[in-house]
């Protein structure tokens, strides 16, 4: 135990909840998209073979996303400036919840408004969609980010992205 908290740079045991949080959502997303990926075959749930190959695609999916994710580490370790490889996780796993969340908020808001997928042309509801999402997103990113403790990252990552969009006057710090 000692060597991994070593790898990853964890001097309190608290911060372990990082690395396992990461290890549930790559096996969770490994079982999604195997879930998926058998959706599209003749399988149903109820046949014997099913979770056998369910089980197999999932641990699949799930080595192939850790790989990728170890690589992305080594690659944003240095880019993002961050003091510990622990905080790499944290950061990954705030901009999934991001993602998600603003997705999932995005439907019954722009219902809510008036557009409806079936009703509206795409024309229409995937700008709008976007429109919504975009501000949901930023928000939602700075929140989460000061829940996991990377809000200095995510403010720094706004900041950035927000000033390359022709933003940066309203982003002046008045320090």
């Known amino acids: ?7 990853w740079e ?14 549930v959502s790559l096996v969770f997303s490994g079982y999604l998209i195997g879930k998926s990926i058998l959706g599209s075959f003749d399988l149903l749930p109820s046949d014997s073979s099913y979770l ?4 197999a695609i999932t641990i699949f999916i799930t080595a ?7 690589r992305l580490f080594s690659v ?4 993002w400036n961050v003091s510990y490889r622990w905080e790499l996780i944290a950061i990954f796993i705030a901009f999934a919840i991001t993602g998600s969340t603003s997705a ?6 722009i219902s809510l ?28 990113l700075l929140i989460v980010g ?3 403790g990377q809000f200095k990252f995510f403010w720094n990552f706004e900041k950035k992205m927000l000033s390359r969009m022709g933003f940066a006057r309203f982003l002046k710090d008045k320090d």
């Open 104 to 109: 999932r908020l995005s439907d019954p808001v």
């Open 64 to 70: 192939l996303l850790l790989y990728i994710t170890l």
């Open 113 to 140: 408004i008036g557009f409806q997928r079936e009703t509206t042309s795409g024309w229409l509801y995937w700008p709008m969609r976007i429109l919504l999402v975009f501000p949901v997103y930023q928000i939602l």
């Open 1 to 7: 135990m000692q060597k991994f908290k070593d790898r």
């Open 146 to 148: 000061w829940l996991l």
């Open 76 to 79: 944003l370790e240095d880019k």
């Open 52 to 55: 056998g190959i369910l089980s």
């Open 10 to 23: 964890i001097q309190s045991n608290w911060q372990l909840v990082f690395p396992l949080l990461g290890l």
